[in-house]
């Protein structure tokens, strides 16, 4: 079992005349490493990881993971200091249906779902692309739901000292679904609450947004 993790400028976006192209670039041992552990699971599951179909799943899995956990080295809170604004509002602002995907901890199986996040702000907003990427950021660690939920809340709390901040997430877990009880249709949903929030008509208004379905969105 190895504690290796990939440098922290794996992934990067490379302009190109014409646009831009999205290219994702590993650590060479890293991706070598956790191969190597790769091809030692599947032995012991019973295959032959040299056969045609096995040969390059070692790296195609070192580089999932690797993708799938890189929010170790990103901080959500220079994420959304990037894009403060000073601003004179102070009613809710919903970001919903943020979808996210990510992997339990307890058996590296992911669970999938949609965010939902709001804020009341206090002199201070932030670009509404920024609520995602913190999701993201959050969401690609070996994770539990309960403490994401938190963690998402915690950093937009910290960062923009709003009068209040608002998170629940939806999720289905494979750990549920494919193993143990095998429960298909089981969702899980957890919440997050802070300031206003904490009051029942203001987290009543933010229940009933995010269970609304407005025409032509």
Do not use: W
Not at 1 to 14: G, T
Not at 56 to 63: G, I, L, N, S, Y
Not at 106 to 125: D, E, S
Request: net charge neutral; with cysteine.
């Amino acid at each position: 079992m190895c504690d290796f993790r990939p440098e922290p400028d794996e992934f990067r976006i490379s302009p190109l005349p014409n646009g831009y192209e999205r290219s994702d670039t590993y650590n060479a041992e890293t991706t070598d490493r956790i191969a190597q552990n790769i091809r030692q699971n599947l032995h012991l599951l019973g295959e032959d990881a040299t056969r045609e179909g096995l040969q390059k799943t070692p790296e195609r899995v070192a580089k999932a993971m690797q993708f799938m956990t890189q929010g170790y080295h990103q901080d959500p809170k220079k994420i959304l200091t990037s894009a403060l604004f000073e601003e004179d509002y102070s009613e809710m602002i919903l970001v919903k249906n943020i979808e996210f995907y990510s992997m339990c901890e307890h058996h590296m199986l992911p669970f999938f779902g949609k965010a939902h996040v709001a804020y009341i702000p206090n002199g201070r907003i932030v670009g509404l692309s920024k609520i995602p990427r913190v999701v993201n950021i959050f969401a690609r660690r070996l994770q539990v739901q309960e403490r994401m939920t938190l963690q998402i809340r915690d950093a937009i709390h910290e960062v923009l000292q709003p009068l209040g901040v608002a998170v629940v997430l939806e999720a289905r877990h494979m750990c549920m679904m494919v193993r143990g009880v095998e429960k298909q249709d089981s969702s899980t949903i957890t919440s997050a609450v802070s300031g206003e929030f904490m009051k029942e008509a203001t987290r009543a208004e933010f229940m009933k947004l995010i269970r609304s379905h407005a025409g032509g969105l």
